[in-house]
């Protein structure tokens, strides 16, 4: 992804957040018919009209939000909207995180497209239009439902949209308050060097520093992102992302080379707790919620997993947040945010149903219940007045206050190059290559593709 393209989202984005409420968008497209030539001929018309709109339709619909309070919403979403649409039924598939990806792959492959499903925009969207496998929604975005709705670029390829988001959100530190001033730590970290400081007075004090979950390689990927971004700054991963004649930069380069050491030491200083390797984003949380680390790398979700993945279902009563601190010497902001969000991408041969339906979905309203149940940070102009939990506001506000937003890493490449990238960090934390040899890996992955 380009600078300019990430902070093009990043405006829009807080656009969305700022602006006043539009109106709420329509849940039901009229139906069109011609006007009739004569009295006698309006009942045949409305007639036929209403039974091509009681005609069955079934939307199969994927999403990867497994844990309350979004499973029980999204439900509650699609029973609603059943219920006012009696000819609508909604097949609902839910999966782990990784499981969605592995069967999207499998099912993709063979030609069989979800009529919605769970996006991240950008690279892996951009994979599925050019194989014909997503349905152009530009139209239907026109007017009332795409101006009411913030970060649309986030879900574009060339101008034309194939799917909208309904979260947008930002990847930083979570800690345990109670833990930090056990350990005798008064102020959060802003720079590198005081938050490895703070990770040895936790380790000392018989605390884990930071839970990560290695076991699924992407939680513990955007520690190295953040450092790169720390280190190199927007243009580092920019200048290596690019194609063609716009390549001005490597993933050999000094930034990515240099944040693989620095990971290292995190990880060589027994940072982390006991069996990360093989932890799941599940267990990431559980650790954090249970009050056996003082810190975890986590998104907008982060509170709301943790709290799922708790013994006691309550999770950490006392938690605050704070952004990546910056690393001295380097070119990227403490007020830099790594991040991105959640959206629904719209397959090939879905019907007008499910489009509506996910019209629905991204409503006003159901925006509202986003943001006032903490499931995420809604798009929609004027959601955001309802977010109710404090730490969505500070996800909000960090968001507010970037200076500048870079999408994921592994999203905004190529799927292949998300999981080139997250293996290959995986091997830092398992002490298994050199940051140069993964840097290598990486590099290689990318010109193969």
Known sequence: MTKKLS?????????????????????????????????????????????????????????????????????????????????????????????????????????????????????????????????????????????????????????????VPWDMGAVTFWYNKDLFEKAGITAVPTTWTEFLADCETLKKAGITPISVGEGDKWPGMHIWAYLVSRIGGADAFAAAAATGDARTGSFNDEAFVKAGYELKKLVDAGYFQEGFLGATHDDMNAAFGNGKAAMELGGQWSPSVEKANSADGVGVKNMGMFNFPAVEGGKGLVTDIVGGGNGFAIGKDAEPEAIDFVKYLTNLDNQKIVASTGMGIPVAKGASESIADPNMVMVADAVANSTYYQLYFDQVLPSAMGSIINDAVQKIFAGTATPEEVCAEIEAGFLAQ
């Open 7 to 163: 902070l093009l989202i990043s405006v829009v984005f807080i656009a969305a957040l700022l602006l006043a409420a539009c109106g709420t968008p329509a849940t039901e497209a009229p139906v069109a018919t011609e006007a009739p030539a004569a009295a006698t001929e309006a009942p045949v018309a409305t007639a036929a009209a209403t039974e091509a709109a009681a005609e069955p339709v079934t939307i199969t619909w994927w999403h990867i939000t497994t844990k309350d309070p979004g499973l029980t919403e999204f439900q509650k979403m699609a029973d609603d909207y059943m219920a006012m649409h009696p000819n609508v039924k909604i097949e609902i598939t839910v999966l782990e995180n990784e499981a969605f990806k592995t069967k999207l792959t499998t099912v993709m492959q063979s030609g069989e497209v979800p009529d919605i499903f769970q996006s991240w925009g950008q690279g892996g969207m951009i994979e599925q239009v050019n194989a014909g496998l997503l349905k152009d929604i530009s139209a239907d975005l026109k007017g009332e439902w795409g101006d009411s709705l913030g970060a649309l670029d986030a879900f574009a390829v060339d101008g034309k949209n194939y799917g």
